[in-house]
């Protein structure tokens, strides 16, 4: 059970155009999803904390802008990666969970490439 | 299926003692491997890494033990303290970890004073 599961697993797309990343908890309602980014030496990046059915908050210097968050039903949140450069090329890696005290579930991740 | 695998939720300890979390992985590509520690409500930070390399890597109190052959990971944490109290994730990376982690489900880790 708890499966989380990423669409697509990977993405390579040109500058300045915006790509969609969706995360699904397929077994579980997740109240709460979040995204992160992962850097080198693999450090995780928390971007943003989507509750179903209200804005995401996102952390700070994430520009909310950019990264649009929609967290339409308990079981689908998505990540719009909008107007996208070479720079957020990375993996993101959404969580999900049934309430943010409870343990998170990890997506298998998606890696971005922006030609 | 599972690549990296918790099979425990939750480890209780006395405060002083050690504290050991376990980790099996099924992928014989990885050669990278990391712990996590999660607190309610806050994205997990990371505490200690071990290259397939090595079979162990100490940073303080937190000591990583790698098996390849065993394909099994353990965190050993000595002496737990109550602040040590968190979700603890195992991830598992290859090519030397370039590419993208793979997490287990976690394990919850209460040290009691």
């Known amino acids: 059970g708890a499966v989380v599961s990423q669409h697509p697993s990977w993405v390579i797309c040109k500058s300045g155009t915006s790509v969609k990343i969706e995360c699904r908890s397929l077994d579980f309602q997740a109240t709460t999803m979040f995204w992160y980014r992962q850097f080198p030496k693999q450090s995780l990046m928390l971007m943003a904390t989507s509750n179903e059915g209200s804005k995401a908050t996102y952390e700070q210097g994430v520009e909310k802008d950019k990264f649009l968050i929609n967290h339409a039903s308990l079981t689908l949140s998505t990540l719009t990666v909008t107007s996208a450069h070479p720079e957020d090329s990375s993996f993101y890696i959404c969580?999900?969970?049934?309430?943010?005290?409870?343990?998170?579930?990890f997506g298998p991740g998606t890696r971005l490439l922006v030609l | 299926d599972q690549q990296v695998k918790q099979n425990s939720p939750s480890l209780s300890v006395q405060e002083g003692r050690i504290s050991i979390l376990n980790c099996d992985y099924t992928n014989s590509m990885f050669d990278y491997f990391l712990w996590y520690k999660k607190y309610p409500a806050e994205g997990p930070t990371f505490l200690i890494s071990?290259?397939?390399?090595?079979d162990k890597n100490e940073d303080g109190r937190f000591t990583v033990f790698l098996n390849k052959s065993a394909k099994h990971l353990s965190l050993h944490i000595v002496p737990s303290q109550p602040g040590d109290s968190a979700v603890y994730f195992c991830?598992?990376?290859?090519?030397?970890?370039?590419?993208?982690?793979?997490f287990g489900k976690g394990m919850k880790l209460t040290v009691n004073p």
């Open positions: 969580s999900a969970t049934t309430s943010p005290e409870e343990t998170q579930y």
């Open positions: 071990i290259s397939s390399i090595k």
């Open positions: 991830a598992a990376s290859v090519q030397g970890g370039s590419e993208k982690l793979v």
